[in-house]
């Protein structure tokens, strides 16, 4: 592993110094103007005699809805700069302006209001840009661009500070931007070429505008810029950017028990995020014991798998920059992992367990250089995290240790190579557990780990063709039992008793493996794309301390083509139909997975959209539905789902889904569900999202039973049951703005859903998904009175606990955000978390989203208040 790690650091450090040829510029270019007197006021008028003498840009045309049309509207779009500054004017003219839509959001807030986007690539690298939008309603949004693509790699989470001004007058509406050129990333010279684009988008038409018109056939985004010159005599000083907080919270239970003495955990905290330049290309931010208190909640579930879900990032220092942290297919770094749950947990009568790990402060290092490298570097310390369990026959309250403290390193090195945007590069990751003394720890946690790799992006042909790969490591070391319950885990199940190919060792104390793909892909063209992708993951390869990592033991591969038509027709404005196949084996030669999958969809003339996915899943050997256990046959399933839907830029806006699958066994899943989202007024918003869905798992797994009787299962009874299961959840969004800098934003999610377990059997023979069912052949079922299970099967008896369940959850989260100064913000916080679990088995229905909330649960009442402290340093 040292030969690899130093091959892998070898390659990144070869990333800093190859040569690179330079992206050529597009045809069209723009001129930006230095102004010799006063800059404009930021009013939004469009009077100030700065203004004048500055041609301004006017030629656009239709992306849509026709393409390369001219544009129904007249758009005027002024650039100018002075030494501190880019100042951008637009008059965006409209025949009937009272159908220009105003809807105002909080900044970076979806909506459906017109609006107006000015996009820089201020390294001239056709690959990345800040893009900077202002809607007719006065309302701003920014982001960062990661990747050449208008859809892909935008991080809205990029807020710098800057100032705009909209007004609406009888000849449409004017805007008025000021970016001090503190908040861009640009090479030092003495004189600047950037890329630019303009976008105008008028929803009440489905019309966008585009300054540097790009077909839809073609792949790329900022790869196709236009050039913006005469910007000459300028520097990217970034200041020195404090923002210290103060939070204040209180937790409250809904149902309060008198006799909890954790039911009273108020709190005050204090911590400081800090942003800062080094040079003009490179900077770092910091935070210090940062609070994350006005982060949406993560949805709710019941979770019946052996495999824990993904959820999104959402915590705003992790969101800025994740793309350039992450590597498509390589699983290396999962930033969730950073300040998670601790692993361990206390019990007691009253038990106050810590829900994250608590980060003692991060920095983060991000930047380029002119030489068209890359670099991001994450670096990131959790204190120990300490349960308090509470005893009530002696009243002594025990301090348990669940965590220890960690450290996380993430290193990335991106280069761009050639003259069409191709990319090469490397990650490592780390972790580091402390040695805290405590044999539970130990044998729960490793204590620390590796992984990296390098991934490539060819592209060639002018962008039509790319060959995508990743080749990587996976390494973890730690006390002899953690490693064998990794070994032991549902990414690896070395333990299975019929794979010959594996080897578990209980006595090792580190796990190395490896990773691969290759993909070919078509990415442009008139009609015909495709892509063929084959990787693979070797049964050692562990990456979930850092990273997320489902399953390894794999050799998987895929194919897909997709026919289209992107210009409008007499019937439809654009179309495409697509066929794919996918497929795995582990490493034992055994064909895990074998699916084709068939999709259509279809945009008609008045915008609505409709898709239709048909699949087959063949029938394969699963190595991780016993858990462990040897293989078992997975049935042939089908099904469909639909969707149809008009324009989310719609006032009111609206999309249903319809789903089914069916398969050999007698499984089956129905699911229903829809949103709506209704925009009455410029203020406000509200959305709803009801779904519905019922199903039936002919095969869900209950229990290994150790047996020397069940010889034909290698000395184990694999139990399976099916499974009805309903879910039904409501979320429930509204948003209203006074002004564009305060917002409220509600979001609240009920949910409930209902299992019933019965048929119960054991897998009758590695290979076979047929079961022996309880209650027949020899065998005795009997339903206990608390719902559990007592089989006797020969000599052998067990008894199996209920798992019927009935699972209410109410989960919400009320913010009012006060953005009360420049870059500072106040935040008043309500999340509410309420939640029950029966073993009732009874089915639930929509009205039991009704009970959801008056069920037991937490209050969480949080202010917090931010101040933007800036401290730009002499030049």
């Known amino acids: 592993m040292r030969h690899v790690t130093c091959l892998l650091l070898g390659s990144l450090a070869w990333l800093a110094v190859v040569p690179a040829a330079f992206a050529q510029p597009s045809t069209k270019s723009a001129t930006a103007v230095r102004l010799t007197g006063q800059p404009p006021r930021i009013d939004g008028l469009l009077d100030d005699a700065s203004w004048a003498g500055i041609v301004p840009l006017d030629d656009f045309l239709q992306l849509r809805p026709v393409e390369g049309a001219a544009p129904s509207e007249r758009t005027l779009v002024f650039v100018a700069y002075d030494s501190d500054a880019l100042y951008i004017g637009a008059r965006m003219f409209r025949s009937r302006p009272k159908d220009i839509l105003r809807s105002l959001t909080r900044r970076d807030g979806s909506g459906s209001a017109e609006h107006l986007q000015v996009t820089f690539d201020t390294y001239l690298d056709r690959r990345t840009g800040y893009s900077f939008t202002v809607t007719a309603a006065g309302a701003r949004a920014d982001l960062h661009h990661s990747r050449d693509a208008s859809n892909d790699g935008r991080e809205f989470q990029y807020d710098p500070v800057w100032d705009v001004a909209t007004t609406l007058d009888a000849q449409g509406w004017v805007a008025e931007m000021r970016i001090p050129f503190s908040q861009l990333r640009f090479p030092d010279g003495a004189r600047q070429e950037w890329g630019l684009q303009l976008q105008r988008w008028m929803p009440d038409k489905d019309e966008q505008l585009q300054w540097v018109m790009i077909p839809a056939k073609e792949t790329g985004f900022i790869s196709r810029f236009g050039t913006l010159t005469g910007i000459e005599a300028v520097k990217s000083v970034r200041p020195i950017e404090l923002l210290p907080y103060v939070e204040s919270d209180a937790t409250r239970a809904a149902i309060p028990d008198p006799a909890d003495p954790f039911s009273d955990p108020a709190r005050v905290r204090v911590g400081m995020d800090a942003k800062f330049g080094i040079g003009s290309n490179f900077t770092v931010d910091a935070t210090i014991n940062p609070d994350f208190g006005q982060v949406e909640a993560d949805p709710a579930e019941v979770n019946l798998t052996a495999f824990e879900t993904s959820v999104d990032e959402r915590r705003p220092f992790f969101t800025e920059g994740a793309r350039m942290m992450n590597v498509s297919n390589s699983s290396t770094f999962y930033s969730r992992r950073i300040g ?434 309880y209650g027949n052949e020899g065998t005795i079922l009997t339903r206990l009175p608390d719902g559990s299970y007592h089989i006797q099967t020969g000599p052998t008896s067990f008894t199996l606990s209920n798992r019927d369940f009935n699972v209410l959850s109410f989960r919400s989260n009320a913010v009012l955000r006060w953005e009360w100064a420049r870059g500072s913000t106040l935040f008043l916080v309500w999340q509410q978390n309420r939640h029950t679990s029966e073993a009732l088995g009874d089915r639930v229905g929509v009205t039991d989203l009704l009970n959801t909330t008056r069920v037991a649960g937490d209050n969480y009442l949080a202010v917090k208040i931010s101040y933007w402290l800036p401290f730009t340093p002499r030049r």
């Open 340 to 773: 998670a749950a601790p692993h361990l947990s206390a019990s007691g009568d009253f038990v106050d367990q810590p829900r994250a790990s608590r980060i003692l402060g991060a920095a983060k290092f991000t930047g380029r250089t002119a030489s068209r490298l890359s670099v991001g570097a994450i670096a990131a310390v959790t204190d120990r995290a300490y349960a308090r369990a509470f005893t009530a026959d002696n009243g002594l309250t025990e301090r348990v240790l669940v965590e220890p403290r960690t450290a996380y390193g993430v290193v990335r090195l991106q280069r761009e190579i050639g003259s069409q945007a191709s990319t090469i590069g490397g990650i490592v990751t780390a972790m580091r557990r402390e040695d805290t003394g405590n044999p539970l720890l130990a044998s729960r946690l490793s204590q620390q780990a590796f992984a990296g790799g390098v991934d490539w992006h060819i592209r060639f042909m002018d962008g039509r063709y790319a060959v995508t790969g990743y080749a990587g490591f996976g390494s973890v070391s730690g006390d002899p039992a953690a490693i064998a319950r990794i070994q032991r885990s549902s990414a690896h199940y070395f333990q299975r008793p019929d794979a010959d190919h594996l080897s578990y060792d209980a006595n090792s104390r580190s796990l190395d493996g490896y990773t691969a793909t290759v993909k070919v892909n078509k990415d442009a063209g008139q009609r015909i794309l495709w892509g063929a992708e084959v990787g693979t993951r070797t049964p050692g390869y562990e990456t979930n301390d850092v990273g997320r990592l489902t399953s390894a033991d794999d050799v998987d591969y895929n194919a897909d083509i997709q026919i289209r038509e992107t210009q409008p027709g007499r019937y439809l404005r654009s179309w495409r139909l697509g066929f794919e196949t996918d497929g795995a084996f582990n490493y034992g030669g055994n064909r895990t997975n074998h699916e084709w999958a068939q999709s259509s969809s279809m945009t008609f003339l008045n915008f609505w959209s409709l898709s239709v996915s048909t699949k087959v899943d063949m029938a394969a050997f699963s190595d991780t539905l016993t858990r462990g256990g040897p293989l078992a046959r997975t049935p042939t399933s089908w099904g469909q789902d639909f969707r149809l839907g008009n324009p989310g830029s719609r006032r009111t806006s609206w999309r249903a889904n319809f789903g089914w699958a069916r398969d050999q066994l007698g499984g089956r899943r129905n699911s229903l569900s829809s949103s709506l989202t209704l925009r009455p007024a410029p203020r406000w918003q509200l959305s709803i999202e009801p779904s519905y869905q019922v199903s039936t798992d002919a095969r869900q797994y209950v229990a290994t039973v150790a047996d020397t009787e069940a010889i034909a299962t290698f000395g184990a009874r694999y139990v399976f049951s099916y499974v009805d299961r309903v879910t039904t959840s409501l979320k429930t969004r509204f948003n209203y703005a006074f002004t564009p800098a305060i917002t409220l934003e509600v979001y609240a999610e009920t949910f409930a859903a209902s299992g019933r377990y019965y048929r119960l059997g054991e897998l009758r023979a590695p290979r076979t998904n047929a079961l022996r069912a």
